[in-house]
């Protein structure tokens, strides 16, 4: 399985992102799916998951209310909506994915759950 994400740049305070993961390869629609970032000089932690069938979504208390994660299995591909972003929300953004399929409150933030792994994409958010 091979996953891409795109769709970082650079935004103002308050503005929006959508970033984009698509995947190539496996079973797409039976994964859980996650979002991870890294900002400079810290770990990297948990932002949001989507269970296989969409039903199930997670945030971190960070971007709850602010971010969204969504999936179009007919397009192999997981989005996040990010809106009224802030620079504590610069980072290197990356998607993962967990072949179990389901995720919970008790394992989302958990890496060690992802399977796979993209390369990430940089969003960077000025005051």
């Known amino acids: 399985v091979q996953l891409q994400a795109s769709g970082g740049g650079l935004v103002q305070a308050g503005g929006s992102l959508r970033l984009s993961c698509a995947a190539s390869?496996?079973?797409?629609?039976?994964?859980?799916l996650g979002w991870f970032r890294q900002a400079p000089g810290k770990e990297r932690e948990f932002v949001a998951a989507i269970n296989w069938n969409g039903r199930n979504t997670y945030y971190a208390d960070s971007v709850k209310g602010r971010f969204a994660i969504a999936r179009d299995n007919a397009k192999n591909t997981v989005s996040l909506q990010m809106n009224s972003l802030r620079p504590e929300d610069t980072a290197v953004y990356f998607c993962a994915a967990d072949t179990y399929g389901i995720l919970s409150t008790a394992t989302m933030y958990d890496q060690d759950e992802y399977d796979y792994w993209g390369l990430g994409t940089l969003v960077t958010v000025s005051s």
């Open positions: 390869g496996g079973s797409f629609s039976s994964y859980a």
